[in-house]
């Protein structure tokens, strides 16, 4: 099963997968604030569980706001593809320009692959390599459960932005159209921000990346 808690100023989505035996995967962990932290722990006391692993879909801020804690706490490291690598050493600078005071990152695994399979106690996902937001965004497929941890690629209505540092149109909806539009339409999308939607949603109604490929992003990527 899936948790989300809504984290720090940014609205950041951290997922909370149940693995079995009393094991959690914390993926893209924002909690910034004791308040968040607090929630975070009374759900794992509510599981009856742990946290076992960190995994990271993209590094902007908004999504490792609470990796200082988690290592800490847990003694557990963020593994992430290593081509958002540079964006996580990013981290405490981009804190500054917004004047947020950030604890020090601890060092990442840089351990996740394109194609890889990872398989966690109960559950088994595959990685897909969705750049365009970040040039090291994966998503994490659960084909059994039927839902992928997107990141900030694809939201409900909308997709992620691609004016900062790292970002590239044309790969996002390459992303979106190549490695998120081919799962069956039922795939339950668990995105960064705001609430769930469906890969068939976003096929038939996203603005911006659509199966019809009449979207804002698609004619602008084509000019």
Excluded at 34 to 48: H, N, V, Y
Excluded at 71 to 77: E, K, R, S
Excluded at 101 to 127: A, H, I
Aim: charged share 15%; net charge negative.
């Amino acid at each position: 099963m899936v948790h989300s808690l809504t984290c720090n100023g940014f609205g950041e989505q951290t997922y909370i997968v149940e693995l079995g035996q009393g094991q959690l995967l914390v993926v893209d962990p924002g909690m910034a604030t004791s308040e968040e932290r607090g929630a975070f722990q009374a759900l794992c006391a509510r599981l009856k569980a742990r946290p076992t692993e960190v995994l990271l879909t993209h590094a902007h801020l908004d999504h490792v706001m609470g990796c200082h804690w988690m290592f800490q706490t847990f003694g557990l490291a963020p593994r992430m593809h290593p081509k958002d690598a540079p964006t996580y050493q990013q981290g405490p600078l981009a804190a500054q320009m917004y004047g947020i005071s950030m604890d020090p990152l601890p060092e990442p695994r840089l351990d996740v692959k394109e194609g890889q399979v990872l398989v966690f106690g109960d559950v088994t996902m595959e990685v897909r390599f969705v750049p365009g937001h970040a040039p090291g965004h994966v998503a994490f497929v659960c084909h059994e459960a039927g839902w992928v941890l997107g990141g900030d690629v694809l939201f409900q209505r909308s997709i992620g932005r691609t004016d900062l540092p790292g970002c590239h149109a044309p790969d996002l909806v390459r992303s979106i159209e190549q490695q998120l539009y081919t799962l069956p339409e039922e795939t339950v999308i668990w995105p960064g921000h705001g609430g769930p939607t469906t890969v068939g949603e976003e096929k038939a109604l996203n603005p911006f990346v659509n199966a019809a490929g009449s979207g804002l992003l698609q004619r602008e990527a084509e000019g």
